[in-house]
């Protein structure tokens, strides 16, 4: 039997081959004649109009999936907090000795908080696709550290550019391209063809995405307040809660 649920899923999934959905499917227990029918009717052409995606509904997948893999997170971010501070007080204490290689240990504690950082952009990724968390994924993007990096910069610059003019625009222009290294490590694309990717999904979204940022802020904020330890909790449901919003937007698009 075809389900909302069903389709939804499918659509989410745009991008990726009929083949690795429909295995993902049989091993969550759908069966084969319903997944087929749901590829049928997901292909028929529909008047495209721009539905605005639920804050709610992302925030309580983020809070949910959190809460089932909660032992998860808290070794991946403990694992994550771990190789951000030690590589940065060795760099900092051989420093004061040593200049050249204080300078080459900022640049791998550079390096390393990147990579991780993508990493846990495709761990989300990976709970939006109902696959289950990987330590490994902490390291598994670093072919796709420079084109990340210069895809950052480049946001980074349009961001500052829009600021300078007064202010505005540099808010308007940060989320019109914000989703721009999900389109990297989900797509593998370069930073001009990411950056135009982000710039269409979030096309008539705007104002329901900055009110979105203000929440998991918000959220992220009293994770903050409780002495920190909430920080364990708040920061896996808005990371996932984001990605939500990534796909559910590129689900209305041709992805």
């Given at each position: 039997?075809?389900t909302?649920?069903?389709?939804?899923?499918?659509?989410?999934?745009?991008?990726?081959?009929?083949?690795?959905?429909?295995?993902?499917?049989?091993?969550?227990?759908?069966?084969?004649?319903?997944?087929?029918?749901?590829?049928?009717?997901?292909?028929?052409?529909?008047?495209?109009?721009?539905?605005k995606?639920?804050?709610?509904?992302?925030?309580?997948?983020?809070?949910?999936?959190?809460?089932?893999?909660l032992?998860?997170f808290?070794?991946?971010?403990?694992?994550?907090?771990?190789?951000?501070?030690i590589?940065?007080?060795?760099a900092?204490?051989?420093?004061?000795?040593?200049?050249?290689?204080?300078?080459?240990?900022?640049?791998?504690?550079?390096?390393?908080?990147?990579?991780?950082?993508m990493?846990?952009?495709?761990?989300?990724?990976?709970?939006?696709d109902?696959?289950?968390?990987?330590?490994?994924?902490?390291?598994?993007?670093?072919?796709?550290?420079f084109r990340?990096?210069?895809?950052?910069?480049?946001?980074?610059?349009?961001v500052?550019?829009?600021?300078?003019?007064?202010?505005?625009?540099?808010?308007?222009?940060?989320?019109?391209?914000?989703?721009?290294?999900?389109?990297?490590?989900?797509?593998?694309?370069?930073?001009?063809?990411?950056?135009?990717?982000?710039?269409?999904?979030?096309?008539?979204?705007?104002?329901?995405?900055?009110?979105?940022?203000?929440?998991i802020?918000?959220?992220?904020?009293l994770?903050?307040?409780?002495?920190?330890?909430?920080?364990?909790a708040?920061?896996?449901?808005?990371?996932?809660?984001?990605?939500?919003?990534?796909?559910?937007?590129?689900?209305q698009?041709?992805g």
């Amino acid at each position: 039997m075809i389900t909302q649920q069903l389709l939804d899923y499918i659509k989410l999934q745009r991008g990726k081959s009929k083949e690795e959905i429909k295995s993902v499917l049989l091993a969550h227990g759908w069966q084969e004649k319903d997944i087929d029918e749901a590829f049928n009717v997901s292909k028929k052409p529909i008047t495209m109009t721009i539905q605005k995606f639920s804050k709610r509904e992302a925030i309580s997948f983020g809070w949910n999936t959190m809460n089932h893999n909660l032992g998860f997170f808290i070794g991946f971010l403990i694992a994550w907090g771990l190789l951000y501070i030690i590589p940065a007080v060795i760099a900092e204490i051989t420093g004061k000795e040593n200049v050249f290689l204080g300078a080459i240990l900022r640049l791998a504690d550079f390096t390393l908080t990147i990579i991780i950082l993508m990493g846990l952009v495709k761990t989300a990724l990976r709970f939006c696709d109902n696959e289950k968390g990987r330590f490994s994924d902490l390291f598994s993007q670093y072919g796709l550290f420079f084109r990340y990096l210069f895809a950052r910069i480049l946001y980074g610059l349009i961001v500052f550019g829009g600021t300078l003019l007064l202010i505005v625009p540099g808010f308007i222009w940060g989320i019109k391209f914000c989703f721009f290294e999900y389109f990297v490590i989900d797509k593998g694309l370069g930073p001009i063809e990411a950056l135009k990717k982000s710039s269409a999904i979030t096309k008539g979204h705007k104002w329901n995405l900055f009110v979105f940022f203000l929440m998991i802020s918000g959220i992220n904020l009293l994770g903050a307040l409780c002495l920190f330890v909430g920080l364990f909790a708040t920061i896996p449901t808005t990371i996932i809660a984001a990605a939500f919003v990534y796909r559910k937007l590129l689900s209305q698009t041709h992805g």
